[in-house]
């Protein structure tokens, strides 16, 4: 197969009732940090991009939203060419330029206070980060607190951005600046807003 | 594909194209994640006048998918011509299911009111709003409107509710009485009586909130703080009524004066009308119930 024709393939079956049950997937995820979403209709991206992370894009990103790209996801010529054929958004020239970034290497990610924060008066100007993790609940345990939580949640995903409860526990003291995280494995997908705090971390 | 979801396809399934979905999803993404914030959007003309309620329209519309149940309700009723138009558009251009039954419902669109009837997780209210910023009647200048929330400037908001109790003996605000959510953001339950507000707070559903003339869209996610503004002194008070529903004998719920004749005969009943009708299958009655079913 050519690069072209992996290009185009491997979209959603169905787009406009995919994109719906993807985003109405990140948007309980959203509200309802912690929780873990299954069955999610995927895409068929080329490798390292993952079909769960794939279909996140595709839900949400278009031209208006330009998406910053791990080098383990922008080294790969295929990922760019498919992103750009079947999203249409453009490559953010920086991360901080980046509505979406997508990361298929979450250890060696770079810090999460490099990416848009938003403003003090417009904090939605702000990137969403898609992490592609191996899994949600292999990882050490994460203690989830804030709006979406009746108690507490809990959601052990791995592998993670160093040093991550600190960079969240940061992410959280910018509120209502931060960035919004969806990760993405095999198991489904979830969320943690900026609005989320991490009370403790289980080794 | 089935012929079902094959026939909706022909045309932008729920009336928006894509990429105004793709727009107003993200918007209700960031909202979710910064409770009680006014995100804008670039909102869209759709098929009714602003006072329709096309903010509420394009977040259903942007939110709802074919497995969907939908309830519409205009000042507690099913069957007023705003919300009747509404879910008739629903059917038409999403093929959903409606429903006038709260508990049956997945989206819930209204205009002025909270349901009676605790919602359930996985529901998601959304709300019509005319006008978004709490503070607007206070400082007509978005810019500084915007400064406000983000230094959580707050205090001419107290100084106006203040200036009620030193004028009424208590706070007059009634309806779209001012919310903070979470601690955070003051924000405008719309037009909503303060009756509804304590529903507001904690609710297990997922509240979003769609205002087309003013380009804004805001959410409290579920298990949310909701604090209607008050002083220590003069605590938030819910209003009551002194009688109960003429229908099925209700308290503690929001009740409507109707009118039954012209020598000034007049009755009290729910304003929730999916709730009275339960009620009064389950065999509740009001003191005119008899009477009602007579006629
Ligand atoms: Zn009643």
Redesign the pocket.
């Known amino acids: 197969m050519t690069l072209d024709s992996i290009a185009i393939e491997g979209g959603f079956q169905n787009p406009v009732f995919d994109a719906q049950t993807i985003f109405r997937a990140v948007m309980q995820a959203m509200a309802e940090p912690g929780t873990i979403h299954k069955g999610i209709a995927l895409a068929k991206p080329p490798a390292p991009l993952t079909p769960e992370a794939a279909a996140v894009a595709l839900a949400l990103c278009d031209q208006d939203t330009p998406i910053w790209l791990d080098p383990a996801l922008a080294g790969d010529e295929a990922v760019r060419a498919w992103l750009a054929f079947h999203t249409g958004a453009p490559l953010a020239n920086t991360p901080a330029d980046a509505h979406f970034i997508l990361a298929a290497d979450p250890e060696h990610l770079i810090g999460l206070e490099n990416f848009a924060q938003g403003s003090q008066e417009y904090p939605d100007r702000s990137a969403t980060l898609v992490l592609q993790v191996n899994d949600l609940s292999g990882g050490e345990e994460l203690v989830l607190d804030g709006p979406g939580i009746e108690n507490e949640a809990r959601l052990a995903p791995r592998p993670m951005p160093r040093h991550f409860t600190r960079q969240w526990a940061q992410n959280h003291a910018r509120f209502p600046r931060g960035i919004d995280l969806i990760l993405v494995s095999r198991e489904g997908l979830a969320a943690l807003p900026r609005s989320t705090r991490i009370t403790s971390q289980e080794a | 594909m089935n012929a079902h979801t094959d026939n909706i396809a022909q045309y932008n399934f729920a009336y928006l194209d894509e990429q105004t979905k793709r727009m107003i999803r993200r918007a209700i993404l960031k909202a979710i994640a910064i409770p009680g914030y006014q995100v804008p959007f670039a909102s869209r003309e759709m098929p009714m006048p602003y006072g329709w309620g096309t903010g509420g329209v394009q977040v259903t519309a942007s939110v709802i998918g074919t497995d969907d149940v939908l309830k519409v309700i205009d000042q507690g009723a099913d069957d007023t011509t705003n919300a009747v138009s509404i879910r008739a558009f629903f059917q038409k251009v999403a093929n959903v299911e409606v429903t006038t039954h709260t508990a049956d419902a997945t989206i819930i669109q209204t205009r002025h009111r909270i349901p009676e009837e605790p919602l359930n997780a996985g529901q998601v209210l959304v709300y019509q709003v005319p006008i978004p910023e709490p503070l607007r009647f206070l400082e007509p200048r978005e810019t500084e409107t915007r400064k406000m929330h983000a230094l959580e400037e707050y205090g001419l908001m107290h100084v106006k509710l203040y200036e009620d109790i030193a004028q009424h003996g208590h706070i007059a605000t009634t309806f779209a009485y001012p919310v903070k959510v979470e601690g955070r953001y003051v924000m405008d339950p719309s037009p909503t009586p303060k009756f509804d507000n304590p529903k507001m707070h904690m609710s297990k559903a997922l509240q979003l909130f769609g205002a087309g003339r003013e380009k804004r869209i805001y959410a409290v996610p579920p298990y949310t703080r909701v604090e209607s503004l008050d002083f220590e002194d003069h605590p938030f008070e819910v209003q009551t009524f002194d009688e109960p529903?003429a229908?099925?004998?209700?308290t503690d719920?929001y009740l409507d004066e109707v009118v039954l004749d012209d020598r000034g005969g007049r009755m009290f009943?729910?304003s929730d009308t999916d709730?009275?009708e339960a009620?009064?299958a389950e065999g509740h009655r009001?003191h005119l119930s008899g009477e009602e079913a007579a006629t």
């Open positions: 529903c229908l099925c004998g209700g719920v009943v729910c709730n009275c009620r009064r009001g």
